[in-house]
């Protein structure tokens, strides 16, 4: 299944313009959690408290909450339900986490409208998912990573794409920058280089993108890959899961 997106520039505008909030009373979930969202490229504020979010909400309408359930003020399922039944939050999507996995408090969560009970010790695929379907207007399924890495294009002449890197990448696409823009449904066949692992593909060009209209403001395309040997597929995904993962101690988001 392709992994579909609108033009970089609508995304780019459209999530300058929001923010998630996550609300935990325990510092070390909270560091863990927002060094998640940080690396799926999400803007959010924090809140340690059912109070503080609930203040928050009314000065500035997050896109998201992601709200823990043992909250030193008051209980997870309590904050959801003011979220809900005030006008200014109530369309706004929930996500609750929970510290063990539990399906008479997951029902609890659905009931009071929110989308989703995440199990800690939370799983990054599984997290990045499920906000990706709360606020992407065309969600993605994997996990994508901002890095920079080298890569070649093979069929096209030695000085056409001197230079060109890797913005973002994830196992079924990503975002080559270069400056040498060429036709939509292009295939190129490319040699991307990670960590000293050479791997070949194939790649249709899905958009182009000039300067400053590019994810981040950077000229170039946005490919889908669509030949790659699956040894190498779940090489980048693992590649990509230890990158957003790391220095997270396991058990700690």
């Given at each position: 299944?392709?992994?579909?997106?609108?033009?970089?520039?609508?995304?780019?505008?459209?999530?300058?313009?929001?923010?998630?909030?996550?609300?935990?009373?325990?510092?070390?979930?909270?560091?863990?959690?927002?060094?998640?969202?940080?690396?799926?490229?999400?803007?959010?504020?924090?809140?340690?408290?059912?109070?503080?979010?609930?203040?928050?909400?009314?000065?500035?309408?997050?896109?998201?909450?992601?709200?823990?359930?043992?909250?030193?003020?008051?209980?997870?399922?309590?904050?959801?339900?003011?979220?809900?039944?005030?006008?200014?939050?109530?369309?706004?999507?929930?996500?609750?986490?929970?510290?063990?996995?539990?399906?008479?408090?997951?029902?609890?969560?659905?009931?009071?409208?929110?989308?989703?009970?995440?199990?800690?010790?939370?799983?990054?695929?599984?997290?990045?998912?499920?906000?990706?379907?709360?606020?992407?207007?065309?969600?993605?399924?994997?996990?994508?990573?901002?890095?920079?890495?080298?890569?070649?294009?093979?069929?096209?002449?030695?000085?056409?794409?001197?230079?060109?890197?890797?913005?973002?990448?994830?196992?079924?696409?990503?975002?080559?920058?270069?400056?040498?823009?060429?036709?939509?449904?292009t295939r190129l066949s490319l040699q991307l280089n990670i960590d000293?692992?050479?791997?070949?593909?194939?790649?249709?060009?899905?958009?182009?993108?000039?300067?400053?209209?590019?994810?981040?403001?950077?000229?170039?395309?946005?490919?889908?890959?669509?030949?790659?040997?699956?040894?190498?597929?779940?090489?980048?995904?693992?590649?990509?899961?230890?990158?957003?993962?790391?220095?997270?101690?396991?058990?700690?988001?």
């Amino acid at each position: 299944m392709a992994d579909q997106r609108t033009h970089p520039s609508e995304n780019s505008a459209d999530k300058k313009r929001r923010f998630l909030m996550v609300v935990d009373s325990d510092a070390r979930n909270l560091s863990c959690l927002s060094t998640l969202l940080d690396r799926f490229n999400y803007q959010f504020c924090i809140a340690t408290s059912a109070g503080e979010a609930l203040e928050s909400a009314m000065v500035a309408v997050p896109s998201l909450v992601i709200t823990a359930l043992g909250l030193k003020d008051m209980h997870g399922f309590e904050l959801m339900r003011q979220l809900k039944q005030n006008p200014l939050t109530s369309q706004v999507p929930l996500i609750a986490l929970n510290s063990h996995e539990d399906l008479d408090v997951k029902k609890r969560c659905l009931e009071l409208g929110a989308l989703g009970c995440l199990s800690r010790p939370l799983d990054a695929e599984t997290l990045y998912r499920t906000v990706q379907v709360a606020v992407e207007k065309n969600p993605r399924s994997c996990m994508r990573l901002r890095t920079v890495q080298p890569i070649k294009v093979n069929n096209m002449p030695d000085d056409g794409f001197y230079g060109a890197y890797t913005l973002d990448l994830s196992e079924r696409g990503m975002f080559l920058r270069t400056v040498n823009p060429v036709p939509v449904h292009t295939r190129l066949s490319l040699q991307l280089n990670i960590d000293g692992r050479i791997i070949e593909l194939e790649a249709t060009v899905l958009y182009g993108c000039q300067a400053g209209g590019g994810p981040y403001c950077e000229p170039g395309l946005g490919l889908q890959i669509v030949r790659i040997a699956p040894k190498d597929q779940q090489f980048i995904r693992q590649f990509i899961r230890n990158e957003v993962t790391r220095g997270i101690a396991p058990g700690n988001a």
